[in-house]
């Protein structure tokens, strides 16, 4: 299957750098898990698209307020386990797409789940840029072929 264009909402296949492994000088992340794009821009400059990602991750955030927890019938219709789990929107990690660490979901030829429910989708958003906002962010940018920069 082709490499699906880059849109808000789609759950995709990733090998996420979490913030405390790259404090550790990790380059890239110990394992593949789904994670949310929730912004994909075109750069007016060459045309690459920087796209933005959550962690989907089944522990619960220790702050109540840095994560969303996904509702049962989500994770079904995205083909997740039944297992509960968070959209993380403390940090994320932004890179050119696709990227080297877009990622096969396992035992098929895929690379997304497909999108979440709008509504759904809307409440991440929100929680995201209310923390951005309050400058709790801390987001990762992994430009292609280089190591990552954190800022918050």
Not at 16 to 30: I, K, M, N, T, V
Not at 63 to 69: L, Y
Not at 85 to 103: K, Q
Not at 117 to 142: D, H, K, M, T, Y
Request: charge should be neutral; aromatic fraction near 10%.
């Amino acid at each position: 299957m082709a490499i699906p264009t880059p849109e808000p909402g789609l759950g995709i296949c990733y090998a996420y750098l979490w913030h405390r492994e790259h404090q550790s000088a990790r380059e890239e992340g110990r394992k593949d898990r789904p994670s949310v794009i929730v912004l994909a821009v075109e750069r007016e400059a060459d045309g690459a698209t920087v796209v933005t990602v959550l962690p989907i991750t089944h522990g619960a955030p220790v702050n109540p307020t840095s994560g969303v927890e996904i509702l049962a019938a989500i994770k079904r219709h995205l083909g997740l386990d039944d297992d509960r789990s968070w959209i993380v929107i403390a940090e994320g990690n932004e890179f050119l797409w696709p990227g080297y660490d877009l990622r096969k979901i396992p035992n098929t030829n895929r690379y997304d789940f497909g999108f979440i429910p709008p509504r759904f989708f809307s409440r991440v958003l929100e929680a995201f840029i209310a923390w951005n906002r309050a400058g709790r962010l801390l987001l990762a940018q992994l430009p292609q072929f280089a190591p990552p920069k954190i800022f918050v």
